[in-house]
T-cell receptor, first 111, second 113 residues
Framework: QQQVKQSPQSLIVQKGGISIINCAYENTAFDYFPWYQQFPGKGPALLIAIRPDVSEKKEGRFTISFNKSAKQFSLHIMDSQPGDSATYFCAASPTGNQFYFGTGTSLTVIP | NAGVMQNPRHLVRRRGQEARLRCSPMKGHSHVYWYRQLPEEGLKFMVYLQKENIIDESGMPKERFSAEFPKEGPSILRIQQVVRGDSAAYFC???????????FGPGTRLTVT
């Protein structure tokens, strides 16, 4: 049973465009929602995270939008660059003990 | 501040052998988590440890897998009598406490031949 559903599986965006990745969850006990970026052969690196008391968080070109009532959250990458090409994982955690990860989105930014 | 260290980075074992994976958390972090990643899949939680204690092992297979985080030294994930299905990337993460960010190491890629 997949606790966090992520879409799309893959995404191709032109340089300068907006990349949008969506995640949905069911467990209302989740209270921490991070996004990770992973390059081939590397470990996931924390990009940005949000808690349910805010609806949006922005750090540079990366923005998380959070909809508590719909139990959905999304990552927006503005002005996407070829260097952003990587796999992105959303995750959710009820207490911080363990994270439930989405299945990942492979992003390709075309120059 | 050095990041999470894992070794070895690559490990090849024959079926039936033991695999021992090591993880040194970031300085000041006392919480360690192990995850497994299969090709084209997300990360699956295996176990959460604090120094000398297993806090949550709900994601660990019941047999052949064990983990420890001794008072001194790195955390170790041990897989006994490996099988081909154990081939995966194993990631360790650490955090300074609960409900805060987890920082991942570079992973150990286990190949069982």
């Amino acid at each position: 049973q997949q606790q966090v559903k992520q879409s799309p599986q893959s995404l191709i965006v032109q340089k300068g465009g907006i990349s949008i990745i969506n995640c949905a969850y069911e467990n209302t006990a989740f209270d921490y929602f991070p996004w990770y970026q992973q390059f081939p052969g590397k470990g996931p690196a924390l990009l940005i995270a949000i808690r349910p008391d805010v609806s949006e968080k922005k750090e540079g070109r990366f923005t998380i939008s959070f909809n508590k009532s719909a139990k959905q959250f999304s990552l927006h990458i503005m002005d996407s660059q070829p260097g952003d090409s990587a796999t992105y994982f959303c995750a959710a955690s009820p207490t911080g003990n363990q994270f439930y990860f989405g299945t990942g989105t492979s992003l390709t930014v075309i120059p | 501040n050095a990041g999470v260290m894992q070794n070895p980075r690559h490990l090849v074992r024959r079926r039936g052998q033991e695999a021992r994976l090591r993880c040194s958390p970031m300085k000041g972090h006392s919480h360690v988590y192990w995850y497994r990643q299969l090709p084209e899949e997300g990360l699956k939680f295996m176990v959460y440890l604090q120094k000398e204690n297993i806090i949550d092992e709900s994601g660990m297979p019941k047999e052949r897998f064990s983990a420890e985080f001794p008072k001194e030294g790195p955390s170790i994930l041990r897989i006994q009598q490996v099988v081909r299905g154990d081939s995966a990337a194993y990631f360790c993460a650490s955090s300074p406490g609960l409900a805060v960010e987890q920082y991942f190491g570079p992973g150990t890629r286990l190949t069982v031949t």
